[in-house]
C-alpha cells in the first residue's frame, strides 16, 4: 500500500487539546439505517478492475511472455518490486509477507529478484522506466546492500527516464541514517512511512509499537539525506482506537508535515488473513462508528491544509497528486492513488501484479512457487486476465468515479468503440443510490456529491459487472 503498513504512540509532547485543531466537519456522522446497511456492504477497493479475485490460471507464464514481447519500445513502464518479509507480523496486516529471522531466505529471495529483472528484460523491447515501487512486507529486510544491487540491476537492464519517481515503503523502526544515505544514493526520491496510529494502547492492540520519537527520527533520517518526499500511512477502524485517539494521531502526523496521507479503514478479513484473529473483534468499531472516525479524519486532515483526493488519500495543495485531482488526471493502480500513467506495470517479486495492454498478470503468491519458476527460467505467472473491451471501459468508468467522483458514461463508451446503451441496465441500479443522495445524474453523466464520497465505493461497485461471482472483501466504509 502506498497503500499500506502500521505505527506507535507519543505521549510526550502531546498537544494538551488536540480535538482543537479540527475545523466542523462537513458531514454528517448520524447514519441513517440504510447508510448503515451500505456502508457495511462488501465491496472491492477498486485498485484495478475486473479485481483480482476474477484472475484465473488461463493466463501463465507463457501468456505473460507473449504480452512482454508485444510491448513497443517507445512504451513507457511502471516497475513494482515486492518484498515479501518482515521482521515481526502486525495483527492488522493484509500484505504478501513472511516473517524471517534469518538472512538466508533473504539472500535466496535476493538473487531471484535479480533473475527475475533480467529474465523480464530480455523478453520484452520495452525499455524506459518512469515510476519505480518497492513494497511490501518491509523492503528494507534487503539491506542497503542488497537493495541498492537491485536498483543497480534495474538501471543496467532499462533506461530510467530523467526525472523519474522512485519510491518505497518503510517501517519506521528500521530506518537509519546510514539506510537512508543509501536509498538516496541509489535515486529514491519518495519514501512511505506505515504510522497507523500513535497511541501506546492501540499500538498494544495491534501488534505495532513504536513511540512517535521513532517515526520523528526516521522523518529526518530521510529529510537529511535528501529525500524530501514523505508520505504516511494512518488507519481508523482499528482496535480500542477512540475518536480522540484517531484526531490524536492525525495532530501528532500533521506536525511532521509529510507531503501525503493515505488514510485507510482497517480491513477485518481473518478468513484471508488468519493472524488477525488475534485482534479482538469486540474491539472494533461498527459501520457507523467506522463512518464517524473517517468524518472526523477528513475534517482534522483539511484542518492541517490537507487536500483530499479521491476516497483516502490527502495531499498538500503542492504536491504532484494534489495538481493532479485538481487538473483530473490522477490514476488508481494496485499502489493506491497515483500519478503514474504507464503503458505497462510490472510487477517483480512473488504474489506482484502487472498490467500490460492486454491484461492483468499475477507471480506466484508463495515464495517457493514464485522461486521455482524463476529457476526454470519462466515468467512467474500463475493466473492473471485478459481483458476484453467491455472490462476496458467498465474499468475506465470506476477509476473516473474513484478519482474524481464522476464519469462521463457516453463519452467513456465512445472513447471505447462501444454503444452507449452498454450502461442502461446500471443506470437504473443507480436509481436506488439517488434517491438517498449519493448519487446525482444529468443526462448519462454520473456524479457522487460530498453526501455519497464515503461510499464511492459502493457507487463504483454498480458498473462492476463481475461483482456477482466475486469472492468475499472488506466493508465499503
Known sequence: MTGQSGLAACVNGQPPNAMATMTPNPLSTDLPAKRIELAERAVPRYTSYPTAPYFGPEVDG???????????????????????????????????????????????????????????????????????????????????????????????????????????????????????????????????????????????????????????????????????????????????????????????????????????GYAHVPWFKTHQRLIDTAALPDAAGRFRQAALARAALAGLGYQPIGLDHFALPADPMAV????????????????????????????????????????????????????????????????SQEDRVRAAVIERLMCDFAADLDAEADRFGLPASLFDADMERLVALEDEGLVAREGRRVTVPEAGQPFVRVVASVFDAHLARAGRHSTAV
Not at 337 to 352: E, K, M, N, R, V
Request: charged residues 20%.
Open 324 to 387: 493532479a485531482a485538481r487538473e483530473r488526471h490522477l490514476r488508481r493502480n494496485f499502489q493506491g492513488y497515483t500519478t503514474d500513467a504507464p503503458d505497462a506495470l510490472i510487477g517483480f517479486g512473488a504474489s506482484a501484479i502487472g498490467r500490460l495492454p492486454q491484461g492483468f498478470v499475477q507471480n506466484a503468491p508463495d515464495i517457493a512457487g514464485y522461486q521455482r519458476a524463476i529457476d526454470r527460467g519462466e515468467p512467474a505467472t500463475v493466473r492473471g486476465l485478459a481483458l
Open 62 to 264: 507463457a501468456t505473460c511472455r507473449g504480452w512482454l514481447e508485444a510491448l513497443s519500445p517507445d512504451d513507457h513502464l511502471s516497475i513494482y518490486l515486492h518484498v515479501p518479509f518482515c521482521a515481526a507480523m502486525c495483527a492488522y496486516c493484509g500484505c504478501h509477507t513472511k516473517v524471517v529471522a534469518r538472512d538466508a531466505p533473504v539472500r535466496a529471495y535476493q538473487r531471484r529478484l535479480l533473475a527475475e529483472i533480467d529474465l523480464i528484460a530480455a523478453a520484452t523491447p520495452a525499455r524506459t522506466v518512469r515510476h519505480i515501487h518497492w513494497g511490501g512486507g518491509t523492503p528494507s529486510m534487503l539491506g542497503a546492500e542488497g537493495l541498492a544491487e537491485i536498483a543497480g540491476r534495474l538501471g543496467r537492464r532499462f533506461t530510467l527516464e530523467e526525472g523519474h519517481e522512485h519510491a518505497i515503503e518503510l517501517d519506521p523502526r528500521q530506518v537509519t541514517g546510514p539506510l537512508a544515505d543509501a536509498l538516496a544514493g541509489m535515486g529514491v526520491t519518495r519514501a512511505s512511512l506505515g504510522v497507523q496510529d500513535l497511541n501506546a494502547h492501540v499500538q498494544t492492540a495491534i501488534g505495532r509499537v513504536q513511540p512517535y520519537a521513532v517515526v520523528e527520527v526516521a522523518v529526518a533520517a530521510l529529510r537529511g539525506a535528501g529525500i524530501g518526499a514523505v508520505a504516511f500511512d494512518l488507519m481508523y477502524g482499528l482496535p480500542h482506537q477512540s475518536d480522540a485517539d484517531l484526531v490524536t494521531t492525525i495532530t501528532l502526523a500533521g506536525a511532521l508535515r509529510p507531503d501525503r496521507i493515505a488514510l485507510f
